[in-house]
């Protein structure tokens, strides 16, 4: 059974998420979602919201699960027996720096591998930061994140200072 | 006749925004320069004083009139039936954070299109943020700014804590 | 009246080319569409050729014409008085390559100036050299050329040693 | 069972054309090289010989089969039922015309997907273009492919007029 | 005699760091290695620990010397009469942050040319806040900084909040 | 004594070759102007003539020499004893294929090194296949060759089929 894992911060989940979790498990048999726990990034949602709100996301996606973690990734994959980490690759800034931490994660464990996936086309504008930047103007949303994310982001938004 | 707006954060104006400005107003009849307000990314001056500091700067050009702004830019363009953004672009890394926004405003609003200017090869070094970092260390900011506002950018920071 | 001039090899014209001539003509009163000799390129089409099937797949577009040229694109503009040149923008490499050109162009004539337009994300990855390989292994074209332009490009490639 | 298709000129194969199939043999059950014809490109090697050296480098991994193949990959890749196409990704050039690769593949079948891997940092600089040309002024290419083809590289070069 | 100077925050030196003192000192007679105060950045060691470790750490290499400073870089560099500035360059990214800056201090002090080096593909994947990030969560460094340098961040680290 | 040797076809020698040629006497003693063959690039030029229009155009430059040469550059400077090549850096793409190139002649030859430099931005969009396209439309060149070049480029191409 060919296993992977696709970490990130997804401070919320949008629909560009879910669709690299679609493409990943055409291809591994399962796939273990990392929710990072980032206290010291400023996110909005807590690590227990972000989990919460992706496994009801993915809800229908068989074969996936998802998992809080902190600390390495190599450190949480090796761990599990995870042998291959899922990133999307979108714009060439992405590239490098997915490109550095992949160097980085193989010299810190040999026996995992990194391999890169495409978005879909129509997601190729999306990231968490820019929804959270419209949802705070009060712009519409609603194409950008799963139908029982948008109502909890403007939610948030309302109650931050 | 073709209206379009050229937004930033202008803390404080440049050169190459000016350049950039003026090559505006050679293919639109009248171009509105949108001050973003950004209280959040602790900028030097105030909107107030960065919108007053264009005014002055921009005052020989025809056709232009500085506001500040808050919110969305799509909705800032909209409501005044603005239908063209303009952009600057010099760099590969101002190129893909460009391609983002724009795909994003596209989606969020598809009656307005974003155009991209090259400035003036003089200016591609030129941004607020280095001229900012000069001015803290005693460099000379004469020639990246508009004489109005290099006085006003060394009695600021001689101000700063 | 504001005029801009598109220019291309156009071998053949694709959907994304036409997706750029109408965005183009949103901001500018009148397009000329420049289709390049490129004599030298070992172009499938004639010129003649290519001239005729733009035509035909923009015939419903106003304000737009189709012109012949060889010579540089600066003479073109110049000639005819146009001010702009548009290019599309679609990734990095095409940047780089562009700036260069309009640097160049700037160089050789200072009233001219190149503006930057991105075409949808539809046609991101779509490119005329692509759409005639797909075309000679027999693949299924009619999604990325206009539909005067698929039997043409079927019927060449059958004929093309 | 999961399969993917590593597909290339391989004009000859390269150290580095090996590392990667040795990562992909990680995460697939069972790998195809499939080399590609080419005629119009000017490749030093025939079809055959490039199949042949494959054959031979790569004969001691186990789960890999070496076809040759015409046409469009993604028509290769269906009649086979392989669902993944692999490549390998070392600079930001080869990810802009990877990407745009993969789009169109995707466009003219959706059922299959691209997976991008990153060949060790050791092989950043090598292609076989180099390679070549490097053997061409009598340079050492021992370190850059395999034992079988250095000898035969030296040979065919020395026959070339 | 040519002299040259090669400045960063060092917050830690790394294995990368002096692989590339190790190739300015092939081609220039004395290097200075400037440390930046970067009070402002929230640095991990301070000024003098970072000066420190590095004239432990390159305590091997002649003809080299290591020296604190704040301000602009062009002026510590006239000050001393050292007329080139090395830099690394590994990253796309890098290149155009370095090109930017490289212009600006050209623009500041005509006499003072930047030069660029690349440093062994080995340490590509390396800098100094992955280094930080890894030693945070118990992640093996030893790899990636000098032998004086491990225990310190270990140490350092452990007594962070 | 510091030598170094910058190579490439100057088919022709641009303004932009002469201020790389000018910044690089700056920081070495000794500066070998390499003029590699060509022969199958389907040059302008012979190689004598471009040896020659260089030796011209920087009769004032002391302490550089030209020369022609055939083969790979790390062997020619490995016979000369010239420990490092300098190139030239423009753009992302220049910054990709020189780092290969770099990183290749570093494992040809691990004595030699690379270093880069950056050319004046007024030469930024300058390359040599630009200058001949727009000569070859009898464009003004003469602001982008040296005096001694721009006639003979033009009966050059006068005389060219």
Redesign the interface.
């Known amino acids: 059974m060919?296993r992977?894992v696709f970490a990130g911060t997804f401070d919320p989940v949008t629909n560009g998420h879910l669709d690299l979790m679609q493409?990943a498990l055409?291809?591994?048999?399962r796939l273990t979602v990392a929710v990072a726990q980032r206290a010291e990034k400023g996110v909005l949602f807590s690590q227990e919201e972000r989990v919460a709100m992706i496994r009801e996301a993915a809800a229908s996606l068989e074969r996936l699960d998802v998992e809080p973690f902190s600390?390495?990734l190599?450190?949480f994959a090796r761990e599990r027996k995870i042998?291959?980490i899922v990133r999307g690759?979108r714009?060439?800034?992405d590239?490098?720096?997915e490109?550095?931490?992949?160097?980085?994660n193989?010299?810190?464990s040999d026996e995992i591998?990194?391999?890169?996936?495409?978005p879909s086309?129509?997601y190729?504008?999306?990231?968490a930061s820019?929804v959270k930047?419209?949802a705070r103007?009060?712009?519409?949303i609603d194409?950008f994140v799963p139908p029982n994310v948008a109502p909890r982001l403007r939610e948030k938004i309302a109650k931050a200072p």
């Open positions: 060919k992977a493409r055409r291809m591994f048999d600390g390495l190599v450190d042998p291959v690759l714009f060439v800034s590239f490098e720096y490109f550095q931490m992949a160097l980085m193989r010299r810190l591998e990194t391999v890169f996936l495409m086309e129509t190729t504008y999306l990231n820019l930047e419209i103007y009060g712009g519409a194409g």
